[in-house]
């Protein structure tokens, strides 16, 4: 196992394809790649004379207790770990009885709801804030962190947002047409103060069309025609930790969002819809209520971009 998937990339590369293929979510596949190439660092890091077993995946499964990961981001480590020796074996690059033993190694227990994390207004602001305006960076960054507080996006929709997606709509502005998870198209208002970031953003970056949030070279120069992913997660880490709040991720400001929302008085449909948890569609149908892109739940949300 050690010479085909460690030493050789190519094979491991191929081998992952072969678990990524075995999904069918998007957003599944996007963390078993991230998964599968985080145990694939780790295993490389020390010598490992069993290979790829029982015993290894399990010395993986202890390390990760180290870290202080919680019980999801485990199960899901582990998920992709046992795919992966599952399409070894019926690839015949270990034994059978080996994947068996990998199947058994215990992953963590999901007790109760997880409430998830969020922020207060007082430490959204803060957040919103934190970014260093005089660059182009840290433009950007700050209109990341208004889209993610004020509209309640996704990384990967934050990612995917284009010009094309931002339009009027009853007057105001609005994304348009946003495909989210499992392929749900919703429209979400946004507020003046999420516009006002992007412009900041967008009018000195001379970024005028195609997707809104670019690579910003140490420099301060844009570079590439789309930003990647995981640059919102490491970008929101590191401002996270500025204002002192450990472990936020993305999907916790999209929370946050929801949170304050609540809070301001918004309608538990208006937000269910703002959110795209079911289509518009569907939430209609069911709910008897239309979305209401005049009045929308997240222009209560009190946070400030000084222009």
């Given at each position: 196992?050690?010479?085909?998937?460690?030493?050789?990339?190519?094979?491991?590369?191929?081998?992952?394809?072969?678990?990524?293929?075995?999904?069918?979510?998007?957003?599944?596949?996007?963390?078993?790649s991230m998964a599968l190439d985080e145990f694939l660092a780790w295993f490389r890091l020390e010598p490992r004379p069993?290979?790829?077993?029982?015993?290894?995946?399990?010395?993986?499964?202890?390390?990760?207790?180290?870290?202080?990961?919680?019980?999801?981001?485990?199960?899901?480590?582990?998920?992709?770990?046992?795919?992966?020796?599952v399409e070894a074996a019926d690839n015949g690059m270990i034994a059978p009885e080996l994947a068996a033993g990998i199947a058994r190694v215990k992953s963590a227990k999901s007790v109760g709801i997880r409430t998830g994390n969020w922020l207060s207004v007082r430490q959204a602001q803060s957040l919103l804030n934190a970014p260093d305006v005089s660059t182009l960076r840290g433009l950007r960054d700050r209109a990341i962190l208004a889209v993610l507080l004020?509209?309640?996006?996704?990384?990967?929709?934050?990612?995917?947002?284009?010009?094309?997606?931002?339009?009027?709509?009853?007057?105001?502005?609005?994304?348009?047409?946003?495909?989210?998870?499992?392929?749900?198209i919703r429209t979400t208002a946004m507020p003046n103060w999420v516009k006002a970031a992007i412009d900041a953003w967008t009018v000195p970056a001379l970024v005028t069309e195609g997707h809104v949030f670019r690579p910003v070279s140490r420099s301060d120069r844009v570079l590439g025609e789309r930003l990647g992913e995981k640059v919102v997660w490491q970008m929101l880490r590191d401002y996270a930790a500025d204002i002192?709040?450990?472990?936020?991720?993305?999907?916790?400001?999209?929370?946050?969002?929801?949170?304050?929302c609540r809070a301001a008085g918004g309608e538990?449909?208006?937000?269910?819809?703002?959110?795209?948890?079911?289509?518009?569609?569907?939430?209609?149908?069911?709910?008897?209520?239309?979305?209401?892109?005049?009045?929308?739940?997240?222009?209560?949300?009190?946070?400030?971009?000084?222009?």
């Open positions: 196992m050690n010479d085909l998937i460690v030493e050789k990339i190519a094979q491991w590369q191929r081998l992952k394809a072969l678990v990524l293929d075995s999904v069918s979510s998007p957003i599944t596949k996007r963390v078993y069993d290979g790829f077993c029982k015993a290894t995946v399990s010395t993986w499964r202890a390390s990760l207790e180290v870290r202080g990961l919680g019980s999801s981001s485990i199960i899901i480590r582990m998920s992709a770990i046992r795919k992966l020796a004020g509209c309640g996006l996704r990384r990967s929709e934050v990612a995917a947002l284009t010009f094309g997606h931002i339009q009027q709509r009853d007057g105001r502005w609005c994304i348009v047409d946003l495909v989210g998870k499992h392929g749900r002192g709040v450990a472990d936020l991720a993305p999907h916790d400001l999209r929370r946050t969002c929801a949170k304050l538990l449909e208006q937000i269910q819809m703002l959110l795209g948890h079911s289509s518009v569609q569907t939430t209609e149908r069911y709910l008897g209520t239309k979305q209401d892109l005049v009045h929308p739940p997240n222009d209560a949300i009190k946070l400030k971009v000084t222009v």
